[in-house]
Nanobody, 114 residues
Framework: QVQLVESGGGLVQAGGSLRLSCAASGFSFSTYTMNWYRQTPGKARELVAS????????NYADSVKGRFTISRDNAKKMVYLQMNSLKPEDTAVYYCNTDYHNYWGQGTQVTVSS
């Protein structure tokens, strides 16, 4: 069935960069908007970035605009999040998903040290 597998997280110093990847399967990937979310304990899940099914439309949370870039490769059923100029407040578990949220992957931990 639906699988969403995030990877690429890690520990990075403030100002550094990470590239997250999401491998999707079990659904018609190329027809769905894809999103990156992040969550920390005690906080609501935050939508970080979105990309339309064809990759022609993107949107970002104000907190990451100019620093993060979402992209997708429909042939590979992959979504990416390039994160630059990372800040400690970016520390979270990052998840990819469609707009439907029927299934969640394990997420990938991003920790930004000061």
């Amino acid at each position: 069935q639906v699988q969403l597998v995030e990877s690429g997280g890690g520990l990075v110093q403030a100002g550094g960069s990470l590239r997250l990847s999401c491998a999707a399967s079990g659904f018609s990937f190329s027809t769905y908007t894809m999103n990156w979310y992040r969550q920390t304990p005690g906080k609501a899940r935050e939508l970080v970035a979105s990309i339309g099914s064809g990759g022609s439309s993107t949107n970002y949370a104000d907190s990451v605009k100019g620093r993060f870039t979402i992209s997708r490769d429909n042939a590979k059923k992959m979504v990416y999040l390039q994160m630059n100029s990372l800040k400690p407040e970016d520390t979270a578990v990052y998840y990819c998903n469609t707009d439907y949220h029927n299934y969640w992957g394990q997420g990938t931990q991003v920790t930004v040290s000061s």
